[in-house]
């Protein structure tokens, strides 16, 4: 069983930060990319943030309303991912998710791609 775990999610004044962070735990066997979605209730999560694997030199790409504000990285000695939010403003008020490709060591050979329970992050003006 494999599960990943939010945190670091909580209210900020616009303009501030905030860190996400994301663990993956259990049987794993590799993570391949890792990312960051959000979605505000009523509407459709929308992607915010992605990198890659190590092994593909940790290439990243992010949403045109975060570029330039966060930054995604990620630890795979922890099987962890982050997310740097700066300068954030109130339309940033979302449930943030984080989404990875794991393989197990039940099935080394087949990755899934697996939901944490996000993290609540409200900014306000």
């Known amino acids: 069983q494999v599960q990943l775990v939010e945190s670091g999610g909580g209210l900020v004044q616009a303009g501030g930060s905030l860190r996400l962070s994301c663990v993956a735990s259990?049987?794993?066997?590799?993570?391949?990319?890792m990312r960051w979605y959000r979605q505000v209730p009523g509407k459709q999560r929308e992607f915010v943030a992605y990198?890659?694997?190590?092994?593909?030199?940790?290439?990243?790409n992010y949403a045109e309303s975060v570029k330039g504000r966060f930054t995604i990285s990620r630890d795979d000695a922890k099987n962890a991912v982050y997310l740097q939010m700066s300068s954030l403003k109130p339309e940033d008020t979302a449930v943030y998710y984080c989404?990875?490709?794991?393989?197990?060591?039940?099935?080394?050979?087949?990755?899934?791609?697996?939901w944490g329970q996000g993290t609540l992050v409200t900014v306000s003006v």
């Open positions: 990198i890659s694997s190590g092994a593909s030199g940790s290439a990243r």
């Open positions: 989404n990875a490709d794991i393989a197990s060591t039940v099935g080394p050979s087949e990755y899934r791609a697996l």
């Open positions: 259990g049987s794993i066997f590799k993570i391949n990319g």
